[in-house]
């Protein structure tokens, strides 16, 4: 399942810890990264690369819900839309829906062209840029509708 050089790229971490198992978030991240999923094979892969029983992996993956697990698969981009207090108050409920509706998903799906993953996020640290949407791992603050559909737009492309 996993290619040989993905696997180097987690052994690589092992010299970076005290103990292998703290290379379960950093393994699962490259893993997610590359197949935009986390498969039960990739988690017995990796148990076997770190020494440890594939449930511990699991769980490691299961107890954060930015994993996707299997059956899953992110799409090319994954949008986050805020739903932390500052942005709740500004608007981010009625965000969320107008995006669900523009995207033609509900939150937590990927589109069928597998472009986009709608999700939301409990805070993504962006209070001062409230309603704020994460694309992939950069900030877009102030979000209005009109400024979502300019972002829905530009990630279809």
């Not at 010299?15 to 292998?20: A, F, L, T, V």
């Not at 076997?48 to 799409?75: C, N, Q, R, W």
């Not at 107008?98 to 209070?127: S, Y």
Request: proline share 5%.
């Amino acid at each position: 399942m996993l290619s040989e050089d993905l696997k180097n790229r987690i052994r690589a971490y092992i010299p970076m810890y005290p103990r292998k198992q703290a290379v379960t978030l950093p393994a699962l991240h490259l893993v997610h990264d590359e197949l935009r999923t986390v498969s039960n094979e990739a988690i017995v892969e990796i148990a076997e690369i770190l020494d440890l029983h594939p449930s511990e992996v699991s769980d490691a993956m299961t107890f954060y819900e930015f994993f996707k697990g299997e059956g899953e698969k992110l799409g090319k981009t994954r949008l986050w839309v805020c739903r932390g207090l500052a942005c709740m108050l500004r608007g981010a409920y009625e965000l969320i829906e107008h995006c669900e509706h523009k995207i033609g998903v509900p939150c937590g799906r990927t589109t069928p062209d597998g472009k986009i993953t709608l999700e939301f996020a409990e805070c993504i640290g962006a209070c001062d840029g409230a309603p704020a949407c994460l694309r992939d791992d950069k900030h877009v603050m102030n979000v209005t509708p009109e400024k979502a559909d300019e972002l829905i737009a530009e990630l279809r492309r």
